[in-house]
């Protein structure tokens, strides 16, 4: 069973740039969420992805924009990098029967380290 | 959304101690789930707890479930240095999972 994996792992860009931070869900799993944790905090959610349909919001821009493929892959998108976007993303695959679902186990990958000078 | 809060938001203990984290919450839930995160690493899954279940255990671990008081505790009994982490408890229901500042557990061998 292959697990959540995550590209780069580390990643520095300059205020106002673009970066795609990738993630392979975990074999048979179709949910992909992403998380934003700053250091000392616990993990904010910026969204979720069902069989290919965002299928929930946090509190995030439109500047962070997502996808996932039909074989269940997802990128994380953030357009015009603020320095307060430094942060570990996080990356989490789940299974759920129909309509996405808030109640499955999350499998997490380690992250990528974002870093805006 | 749902957010638990864990209590301590530190707490260090001596190896084969045993140590007890704590999660209060305001809303209702299906279930709440425990993880673990090593640091800079990504979270763990330790324990899921449904809102009908008022104890469950997995090893080491023991997960207390009141809903009426609308919290859970984690105990980790003859904690070893590896248990050293961050845990957080997350809430589970028409929401995405939210997870809290997290309890950091350090174990001194």
């Known amino acids: 069973e292959t697990g959540v994996t995550q590209s780069p792992t580390h990643l520095i860009k300059t205020r106002g740039q673009q970066v795609t931070l990738r993630c392979s869900s975990q074999s048979g799993h179709n949910t992909v969420s992403w998380y934003q944790q700053a250091l000392g905090q616990g993990p904010q959610f910026i969204f979720q992805?069902?069989?290919?349909?965002?299928?929930g919001r946090g509190n995030f821009p439109p500047r962070f924009s997502g996808l996932q493929f039909p074989n269940y892959s997802s990128e994380l998108n953030v357009n015009a990098l603020e320095l307060d976007d430094s942060a570990l993303y996080l990356c989490?695959?789940?299974?759920?029967?129909?309509?996405?679902?808030?109640?499955?186990?999350?499998?997490f990958g380690n992250g990528t380290r974002l870093t805006v000078t | 959304s749902q957010q638990g809060e864990e209590d301590p938001q530190a707490l260090s203990i001596q190896e084969g101690e045993n140590a007890t984290m704590n999660c209060s919450y305001k809303?209702?839930?299906?279930?709440l789930q425990w993880y673990r995160q090593n640091s800079g690493r990504g979270l763990v899954h330790l324990i899921l707890?449904?809102?009908?279940?008022r104890e469950k255990h997995s090893g080491r671990l023991r997960v207390t479930l009141d809903t009426s008081k609308k919290s859970s505790s984690l105990l980790i009994t003859a904690s070893r240095a590896a248990d050293t982490a961050s845990y957080f408890c997350?809430?589970?229901?028409?929401?995405?999972?939210?997870f809290g500042k997290g309890t950091r557990l350090s174990v001194i061998a």
């Open positions: 809303t209702s839930i299906n279930n």
């Open positions: 992805y069902y069989r290919e349909e965002e299928n």
């Open positions: 707890i449904r809102s009908n279940e």
């Open positions: 997350a809430l589970s229901g028409n929401t995405p999972l939210v």
């Open positions: 989490a695959s789940s299974t759920a029967k129909q309509g996405g679902s808030y109640n499955s186990p999350l499998h």
